[in-house]
């Protein structure tokens, strides 16, 4: 307990920063972005009333030379970032509905993403926000308000995953306990980032953020895990601990560190690099998963079906914090996140019961095959996201209309392969486990 102690007081030292520090992410909106609704459009003076959602003051404000007034949409709450180099005071750079029209489609859409989401997230211990992130988008939603509407849907949903793991044996809690601390700090840190590239470079920033980090981490994470999950297969589907962590167990440094599930002993100062990525990445882009998961393999020793098991309880934790801050910012889409759950919730204890039944190989397979299909559908967005922020020349729109396919047949190509596998892999678990149990029944018997 003693050593526990002096982690959390390292991992929340930081936290009593003052708030105009780096890590103060509690904070709103900067006086460059504005939250609010039209009120009134001049297409002939190209000049906007908006009302401010904080203080409800009325100012006026000038589109820039690529907006049109007819795209300026009235009693609809908006995100606008205003230009900081323009002649002409009060700019706007870029503007963004914060809350999408709920069709029928969409709310069907929407459904369906929770589902896959929340199966995914019980078998390998990532939110699902891989997947649940870039589906938003992919309906129109803003990054920023994706992200943060994602992480609000996140932690009820990730609290019955860790209950129902910990209660299949194979949740290490002290372990989860402990990532989660310095995972809070990396939340903060995310945050930051997040609101940065909002504030500085608009709604097209912020996509073209998000779905850049989204690209390179998934490719990078998800090779290496198919690779892994290939090697293991070849194996026969024993797992073994890799090099790394073996060099990481030997490392001396106190405190010292017993994790009874997960079985291993190590400095906690190795678990701190790995919680910090987690949280980072789970507030700025609302995934730690699939950082936080291969951490607890790669570097701490975990077994894949504890660590994914364990992660649920750090997404618990984070998710938590995070839709606090996030709502903070008035950022959340509440109609999101409870369509989200309402599914997920389903999904997460299908996907926990699954991996009851299967080999941790097969784990690392969906996590990877899921990874990389994403991370095709991702880099699809990343031309149309750099053409709005004049980083690249317009192509043809016929090439435009095909990368908007690409990006979401592929999408519904990772929704589609990862709820396929588990299921499969589940059914064939299901029936072995009953045969086995046949055999033994039939031998007592006889």
């Given at each position: 307990?003693?050593?526990?102690?002096?982690?959390?007081?390292?991992?929340?030292?930081?936290?009593?920063?003052?708030?105009?520090?780096?890590?103060?992410?509690?904070?709103?909106?900067?006086?460059?972005?504005?939250?609010?609704?039209?009120?009134?459009?001049?297409?002939?003076?190209?000049?906007?009333?908006?009302?401010?959602?904080?203080?409800?003051?009325?100012?006026?404000?000038?589109?820039?030379?690529?907006?049109?007034?007819?795209?300026?949409?009235?009693?609809?709450?908006?995100?606008?970032?205003?230009?900081?180099?323009?002649?002409?005071?009060?700019?706007?750079?870029?503007?963004?509905?914060?809350?999408?029209?709920?069709?029928?489609?969409?709310?069907?859409?929407?459904?369906?993403?929770?589902?896959?989401?929340?199966?995914?997230?019980?078998?390998?211990?990532?939110?699902?926000?891989?997947?649940?992130?870039?589906?938003?988008?992919?309906?129109?939603?803003p990054?920023?308000?994706?992200?943060?509407?994602?992480?609000?849907?996140?932690?009820?949903?990730?609290?019955?995953?860790?209950?129902?793991?910990?209660?299949?044996?194979?949740?290490?809690?002290?372990?989860?306990?402990?990532?989660?601390?310095?995972?809070?700090?990396g939340?903060?840190?995310?945050?930051?980032?997040?609101?940065?590239?909002?504030?500085?470079f608009?709604?097209?920033?912020?996509?073209?953020?998000?779905?850049?980090?989204?690209?390179?981490?998934?490719?990078?994470?998800?090779?290496?895990?198919?690779?892994?999950?290939?090697?293991?297969?070849?194996?026969?589907?024993?797992?073994?601990?890799?090099?790394?962590?073996?060099?990481?167990?030997?490392?001396?440094?106190?405190?010292?560190?017993?994790?009874?599930?997960?079985?291993?002993?190590?400095?906690?100062?190795?678990?701190?690099?790995?919680?910090?990525?987690?949280?980072?990445?789970?507030?700025?882009?609302?995934?730690g998963?699939?950082?936080?998961?291969?951490?607890?393999?790669?570097?701490?020793?975990?077994?894949?079906?504890?660590?994914?098991?364990?992660?649920?309880?750090?997404?618990f934790?984070?998710?938590?914090?995070?839709?606090?801050?996030?709502?903070?910012?008035?950022?959340?889409?509440?109609?999101?996140?409870?369509?989200?759950?309402?599914?997920?919730?389903?999904?997460?204890?299908l996907?926990?019961l699954?991996?009851?039944?299967?080999?941790?190989?097969?784990?690392?397979?969906?996590?990877?095959?899921?990874?990389?299909?994403?991370?095709?559908?991702?880099?699809?967005?990343?031309?149309?996201?750099?053409?709005?922020?004049?980083?690249?020349?317009?192509?043809?729109?016929?090439?435009?209309?095909?990368?908007e396919?690409?990006?979401?047949?592929?999408?519904?190509?990772?929704?589609?392969?990862?709820?396929?596998?588990?299921?499969v892999?589940m059914?064939?678990?299901?029936?072995?486990?009953?045969?086995?149990?046949?055999?033994?029944?039939?031998?007592?018997?006889?």
């Amino acid at each position: 307990m003693k050593k526990l102690l002096i982690i959390l007081m390292f991992a929340l030292a930081p936290l009593s920063l003052p708030a105009h520090s780096a890590l103060a992410a509690g904070d709103g909106p900067s006086k460059d972005m504005l939250k609010g609704i039209i009120t009134q459009v001049n297409a002939a003076e190209r000049t906007i009333v908006f009302q401010k959602d904080d203080t409800k003051e009325l100012v006026t404000l000038v589109m820039n030379e690529k907006m049109q007034p007819e795209e300026m949409k009235t009693n609809q709450k908006v995100l606008i970032n205003l230009d900081k180099h323009a002649a002409a005071a009060n700019t706007m750079k870029d503007i963004s509905i914060m809350f999408i029209d709920m069709s029928l489609s969409k709310l069907i859409a929407l459904l369906v993403i929770g589902a896959v989401g929340g199966l995914l997230s019980g078998f390998i211990g990532s939110g699902g926000a891989f997947v649940m992130t870039p589906a938003m988008m992919s309906l129109g939603v803003p990054g920023a308000v994706a992200v943060a509407s994602n992480m609000c849907h996140k932690f009820p949903k990730a609290m019955v995953g860790a209950y129902k793991r910990w209660k299949y044996g194979q949740a290490d809690i002290k372990l989860g306990l402990v990532m989660a601390t310095t995972a809070v700090v990396g939340v903060q840190i995310g945050i930051k980032i997040q609101k940065y590239i909002l504030n500085q470079f608009g709604g097209a920033g912020s996509n073209l953020y998000i779905s850049a980090v989204f690209m390179v981490v998934l490719v990078f994470v998800g090779g290496y895990v198919f690779y892994d999950a290939w090697k293991l297969a070849k194996g026969g589907g024993k797992e073994t601990v890799s090099k790394l962590a073996v060099r990481m167990q030997k490392i001396n440094l106190p405190p010292m560190m017993h994790f009874k599930t997960a079985k291993v002993t190590i400095s906690a100062w190795i678990t701190i690099p790995v919680g910090l990525l987690t949280g980072m990445l789970a507030a700025t882009i609302a995934v730690g998963g699939f950082i936080g998961v291969p951490g607890m393999i790669y570097v701490i020793g975990a077994s894949a079906v504890v660590a994914s098991a364990t992660e649920l309880i750090i997404a618990f934790v984070m998710g938590a914090w995070g839709s606090v801050q996030w709502g903070l910012s008035g950022l959340i889409d509440i109609r999101l996140a409870l369509l989200l759950l309402a599914t997920s919730l389903i999904g997460v204890q299908l996907g926990a019961l699954g991996t009851t039944y299967v080999k941790d190989y097969i784990i690392k397979v969906v996590m990877a095959t899921t990874m990389l299909i994403v991370a095709i559908s991702r880099g699809a967005k990343i031309p149309g996201y750099l053409i709005d922020l004049d980083l690249m020349s317009p192509i043809q729109e016929s090439t435009i209309t095909l990368l908007e396919a690409i990006s979401f047949w592929s999408l519904v190509a990772a929704l589609g392969s990862a709820a396929l596998i588990i299921i499969v892999a589940m059914v064939k678990g299901m029936t072995a486990d009953s045969r086995s149990k046949k055999a033994v029944l039939g031998t007592s018997n006889g």
